[in-house]
């Protein structure tokens, strides 16, 4: 299976200007790559300047809102966020959690409004620094999946990505080591195979998110046998981001 790796854009760049050699270098560098994939998903301002302008690159929403229409202001539907091009779009991230105060519930609820109108989500998970000191790791990450992926059938659960994001690993310089990515890897997938039988869960894509760089991707890829990487901060710059592509490009 061909390496997934998404680039998370978050709140940047500030201009449609930025944004576009941002987008385009990254294009440009696609040229080379022969099997990954890469999703972008820019601001919801920017989005609609890169539909179609890439073959080799798909696009995807940071976030939407669960119902079809309504008075939410500041919010974006699926149907939106479908109608303008998009094919994935993130749910869970650990900002909206903490930030935000999204539940595990609101999260469950746009996974399946994605997955009912036809849009690929990504379920971020991870523990917090404190969670982690106190060993409580697979205790948060069992709860996340079981709650984000509530009431999600057994034909449809293959659509689902998942993304490990250990909260104390993003934007801190802190990189979650192989050993613990491989052993979280390996803890979800015997989560899934309960959940949905072996055959479902070894087609469920789980990406590694938290520091990643082109000087450590293959440590998660490889060393740890992840789908793929969620990509912060290092997405905004075209040539990290493509040395990332081609380290997972096997």
């Known amino acids: 299976m061909a390496s997934l790796i998404i680039a998370n854009w978050k709140m940047n760049p500030k201009t449609a200007k930025e944004a576009k050699k941002i987008f ?18 820019p601001p919801p301002a920017f989005l609609s300047l890169f539909i179609g302008k890439a073959k080799k690159v ?6 939407c809102h669960w119902e079809e ?11 939106q966020i479908k109608d303008i091009g998009c ?18 519930e609101m999260i ?27 060993e409580m790791t697979f205790r948060v990450l069992k709860e996340q999946l079981e ?32 050993s613990q990515a491989e052993e979280v890897n390996i803890f979800l997938k015997k989560a899934l195979t309960e959940k949905y039988g072996r055959k479902i869960a070894d087609s469920i894509s789980i990406l590694y ?4 760089k082109s000087d450590n991707v293959l440590s998660f890829v490889k060393d740890a046998k ?8 290092a997405s905004l710059d075209p040539k990290e981001f493509i040395k990332i592509v081609q380290a997972a490009d096997f």
């Not at 798909?58 to 976030?63: D, P, V």
């Not at 469950?108 to 000191?133: D, Y």
């Open 24 to 41: 385009f270098g990254i294009a440009s560098g696609f040229r080379k790559i022969k099997k990954a994939q890469a999703v972008i998903c």
């Open 58 to 63: 798909k696009l995807g929403a940071q976030n």
């Open 69 to 79: 229409k309504g008075a939410f202001t500041g919010e974006m539907s699926l149907a």
């Open 87 to 104: 094919r994935y779009v993130l749910a869970g991230h650990s900002e909206r959690r903490k930030l935000f105060g999204e539940t595990d």
């Open 108 to 134: 469950n609820k746009k996974v399946l409004a994605a997955l009912q109108i036809g849009l690929i989500p990504v379920l971020c998970m991870g523990e917090t620094a404190e969670e982690k000191e106190e």
């Open 147 to 178: 709650k984000g992926l509530n009431g999600v059938a057994k034909k449809a659960a293959d659509k689902v990505i998942l993304a490990y994001e250990p909260v104390w690993a993003i934007g801190t310089g802190k990189v979650c080591g192989a």
């Open 209 to 212: 998110g938290g520091s990643v």
């Open 226 to 233: 992840m789908s793929g990487v969620l990509v912060g901060g």
